[in-house]
């Protein structure tokens, strides 16, 4: 976030070492409350937690707030939307889910239901927590709305298909398993609805109403420069709850946790690195191809943890792979923003922010 929009200096200012704070701090609460998973356990509706639905659904709404709605349809028939596009789709459901398949199968040979689990995040494609990073890089907002509203339509036609595909025919071949995976449509469906439906309709309204009755200037300087700060605190909060779910297991099973990171790490970042250098390559300016690099490395874990739990159960080392995913982005994440802001230095130094750079 610029400094025009910040009102938190000192937050943004070290936001990263406030979310390592967040981490640490709920694995401490997790392992010395073990407790406290089990009260934040028994706040859910389904697989759906209440705390982390309300803590990214509040994450995301100041960022889809701030999306210029009205201009999207412009946005989209601009030059070089078809690459964004185009790019968008084969990064997310060509190139990513066979990646991380291989990755699981070369680094997870050995653990069935970790490397199992692991497959099932790579399916899951960003829907929440990456407007935030985009946000948080600089990255292009309007273009984080319209992919990952794409995301989330071809993750309703596609989920149920991939796990299929991944698991039970290219697992059957390579793995040696027969194992028959059937998602719902509705499950996926149900997971979109909530952590992309809610926060999306909620921005759209708010900037609708608003502008109608403020105007642009009040909406834009007084509005959203109140608004805004509050998604950081509720990645703070959403972060201490995640990680405390699973303290206890990260601190008693340390190898368990490094075995899944390695894949998912290699993951983050190798997608993101190509993502970013295809942009660059297409000449696509930073901001647009900061959003196709963080859409395209990120991951639903929401859909993946409420697959996975619903498939092979709550106690299941495929569920524990699930949930330890987020565990790993997110600092990975924080890391690969401060890399766009590195690479923006590097690549598009003095660059005028246009379509393409020259």
Request: glycine share 6%.
């Amino acid at each position: 976030m610029s400094n025009k929009e910040e009102k938190l200096p000192i937050l943004t200012r070290f936001l990263t070492l406030w979310i390592f704070l967040a981490m640490i701090f709920g694995i401490g609460l997790g392992y010395v409350y073990p407790e406290v998973a089990n009260i934040i356990g028994s706040l859910s509706i389904g697989t759906t937690s209440i705390p982390i639905a309300i803590g990214l659904i509040w994450m995301m709404y100041p960022p889809l707030a701030k999306v210029r709605y009205e201009e999207l349809r412009k946005i989209v028939t601009a030059k070089g939307s078809r690459e964004m596009l185009s790019l968008s789709i084969i990064q997310n459901w060509i190139i990513g889910p066979f990646l991380m398949f291989l990755l699981a199968s070369i680094f997870l040979a050995e653990y069935p239901d970790f490397r199992m689990g692991v497959v099932l995040i790579g399916l899951a494609r960003c829907i929440a927590m990456v407007i935030v990073w985009n946000s948080l890089a600089e990255g292009d907002n309007e273009w984080a709305a319209i992919l990952v509203a794409l995301n989330s339509v071809f993750q309703i036609a596609m989920y149920s298909i991939l796990a299929y595909f991944f698991i039970t025919i290219l697992g059957s071949w390579l793995w040696g398993e027969s194992l028959v995976i059937q998602v719902s449509v509705l499950s996926v469906a149900q997971s979109v609805a909530i952590y992309l439906g809610i926060p999306f309709l909620s921005g759209i309204l708010t900037r609708f109403i608003l502008l109608k009755k403020k105007g642009r200037r009040w909406y834009d300087e007084v509005f959203m420069s109140k608004l805004s700060p509050t998604s950081l605190f509720a990645l703070l909060f959403t972060i201490v709850v995640m990680f405390s779910l699973k303290g206890e297991y990260i601190v008693a099973l340390p190898l368990h946790v490094a075995r899944v990171a390695i894949p998912l790490i290699l993951y983050f970042v190798i997608m993101f690195l190509i993502s970013f250098f295809l942009g660059w390559l297409f000449k696509i300016d930073y901001a647009r191809t900061t959003t196709l690099a963080f859409t395209a490395a990120s991951n639903n874990f929401e859909l993946a943890i409420a697959v996975a739990i619903s498939v092979f159960g709550l106690a299941s080392g495929e569920a524990f792979a699930t949930v330890i995913g987020p565990l790993i982005e997110v600092p990975v994440m924080i890391s690969l923003v401060n890399l766009a802001f590195w690479l923006k230095k590097k690549l598009y130094a003095s660059k005028v922010s246009t379509l393409k750079h020259n």
